[in-house]
């Protein structure tokens, strides 16, 4: 059975009719890695967003479902639902120089919603932060943890970030792009660590990305998106071998790929693109109608 | 390191205070307005004249009258007021604990009415609450706090009269304490009903000069705060099942309070220069109050005491800020 499951799930920019995502449906299998993938703008942040509760105020969510273990978040009071949001999911941010407050220490960052919203006992909180410093390989975690963040590298903060995520054994956690503000050199490790972290724990995966390549190493899922309508929902390997869906092929073609690093680019050609904005015409006729 | 930058902190703060007397020394007694003149009854002659402007050093030339009263102010003698024929240091320091009592008391009152519209104002935001307290924070801001002084005589002391609005402590009341900081050592020695006596004179007067305050705070802070709010730490404290009331407190507010506190270090040295107008205004026995008479009398030393002591405050409010600075924002405290 998925542990996440969006049926049906629209957004629309608030005051407005324009819908940012068209109908989504999405399942995650308990310790299943799925891909989120799209061009900037198919709204595949927007998912990540909806489920964590976190969608700017710009965005409303107007009809579907985002359901946790078989509970509907969306009908859940707010209370409840933050609660069981901080129990069952966690974020790794996109970008680790701010997703950390300045003005507090490294310790009781990943510690607090131990505290606050599981109620662990403090001392218990502190050495599970402490545990979970080391699992992620930071050497010297007792340092670390009286550490301010701007002590540290960008890398060492989105290995704190990781660390804070996996801290409560959350079910889902949802990786938005954790690696695109980081170094080249770095990107690599964290991927791995992110990979290693998941295996470990068996927590299911929302990974939203951009890179195919990236998608193909770790997802055992993909689903494409673009102009906030699933495009494709695919195994990887079948995904990668036949892809169905022409807007699917089109960006596989437009993918560089490290065995061939030289080889030419295709960009997604014009009659795909247009075929994929009829799809996203047609469905927004029946919503409205 | 702390010690060097705190010994160039001093030797600025001296220079600023030399030039602060070089200042209040030249103006004073270039502006007309001769004190002689005024303490001596009409008719006086030529020779009793000039024998009391000898008699206070006013004959000599205004850079000789300045090194003489430097040379005093070193070893800690500030002069004789003309009018009362007593030290200037003693009559400055008995006035000074009233106005440093008044003074933090409204500051105090401004930090948190202020604080208090921030955070409603940051928790409401984009309701129609928030418009009204932006209405009205605009008006408290663009009345001044002399004005405030009078709507509150007016309502308080008139219309309505709960609050006393004249003096600093009734008459059989007045303490006789080891310090003049009756507000402070009526607490400690026990007195409630001193104590409850002096909060009921100082509370108008302190509302007065904390009104205007409380506004700039209360719009710079909000700011501040909503700016916060869309950063990508607090939208993480969101997901982990934290509510908009402990986001604010616990993510934003201390980030938030960094560029208000800079302000409030500028507009408290404000507030103490507001003293001046507002303890006429409500007859309090401060240092403002003794100001005015001391300009009124063209008691030339006891206004030079008064300006430089109001300049040392003035500097010391700055120091005390650029240290609170540095505690609060931890990445300023290894640089």
Redesign the interface.
């Known amino acids: 059975m998925s542990f996440l499951k969006i049926r049906d799930l629209s957004v629309i920019l608030r005051g407005t009719n324009h819908r940012l995502l068209r109908g989504v449906s999405l399942d995650v299998g308990a310790t299943e890695v799925m891909g989120l993938v799209g061009e900037s703008g198919a709204g595949k942040s927007m998912i990540g967003k909806a489920v964590l509760g976190i969608l700017p105020r710009s965005a409303k969510i107007v009809s579907g479902s985002i359901e946790l273990e078989g509970v509907d978040l969306l009908t859940l009071p707010p209370r409840q639902r933050r609660h069981m949001i901080g129990q069952k999911a966690a974020l790794i941010p996109q970008d680790p120089l701010t997703a950390l407050n300045p003005a507090r220490r490294i310790g009781p960052q990943i510690s607090d919603r131990l505290v606050d919203i599981l109620g662990w006992v403090r001392a218990r909180a502190r050495a599970r932060a402490e545990e979970i410093l080391h699992d992620v390989h930071i050497p010297q975690p007792e340092r670390v943890l009286r550490s301010y963040p701007h002590e540290l590298s960008g890398g060492m903060r989105q290995r704190v970030l990781i660390a804070s995520a996996f801290a409560a054994e959350p079910r889902l956690i949802v990786a938005d792009e954790p690696t695109t503000a980081l170094d080249v050199t770095v990107q690599k490790q964290i991927l791995k660590l992110i990979f290693e972290m998941q295996a470990r724990h068996g927590t299911a995966l929302l990974f939203v990305t951009h890179d195919l390549g990236v998608v193909s190493k770790i997802c055992q899922r993909l689903t494409v998106l673009y102009g906030g309508l699933v495009m494709e929902e695919a195994e990887v390997g079948a995904f990668f071998d036949t892809p169905t869906h022409p807007y699917s092929r089109a960006l596989l073609a437009a993918t560089p790929r490290h065995t061939d690093p030289t080889a030419d680019l295709t960009p997604v050609p014009e009659a795909v693109i247009a075929e994929a904005r009829r799809a996203v015409a047609e469905a927004d006729q029946r919503w409205h109608a | 390191m702390i010690l060097r930058r705190l010994l160039s902190r001093v030797a600025t703060t001296l220079v600023t205070l030399f030039g602060v007397a070089v200042i209040v020394f030249a103006v004073i007694r270039i502006v007309p307005g001769d004190p002689v003149a005024m303490m001596l009854p009409p008719g006086a002659t030529e020779a009793d004249i000039a024998r009391l402007q000898a008699f206070y050093g006013l004959d000599k030339s205004i850079p000789e009258q300045f090194f003489i009263w430097l040379g005093g102010v070193v070893q800690g003698d500030f002069g004789t007021s003309i009018t009362t024929r007593q030290p200037v240091l003693g009559l400055v320091l008995s006035r000074l604990p009233a106005t440093l009592e008044l003074s933090v008391m409204a500051l105090v009152i401004a930090v948190a009415l202020g604080g208090l519209v921030a955070l409603t104002g940051t928790r409401l935001r ?1 309701t129609r609450t928030e418009g009204a307290l932006d209405v009205a924070n605009g008006m408290a801001l663009s009345v001044p706090d002399f004005l405030w002084g009078l709507v509150l005589i007016l309502l308080f002391g008139v219309l309505w009269p709960v609050f006393t609005i004249s003096g600093r402590v009734s008459p059989q009341l007045v303490p006789e304490f080891a310090t003049s900081f009756f507000l402070f050592e009526s607490v400690v020695r026990l007195r409630f009903d001193l104590w409850l006596d002096l909060v009921q004179h100082m509370l108008m007067p302190a509302l007065a000069l904390a009104i205007p305050l409380a506004a700039i705070i209360g719009q710079l802070l909000k700011q501040s705060l909503k700016e916060t709010m869309h ?3 607090v ?9 908009e009331n ?1 986001v604010i407190l ?2 934003a507010l ?2 938030a309070v960094l560029p208000t506190l800079t302000l409030i270090g500028v507009q408290f040295t404000f507030l103490i220069g507001g003293t001046v107008i507002i303890e006429r205004l409500f007859s309090y026995e401060g240092l403002g109050n003794m100001a005015i008479d001391a300009v009124i009398n063209r008691d030339l030393p006891l206004i030079q005491g008064i300006v430089l002591l109001f300049a040392l405050l003035f500097t010391l409010v700055n120091l005390a800020v650029d240290l609170l600075y540095a505690v ?4 300023l405290r290894h640089a």
């Open positions: 984009y950063l990508d730490y939208t993480l404290a969101r997901t982990k099942g934290y509510s402990q616990r993510e201390r980030n609060l924002n931890p990445r």
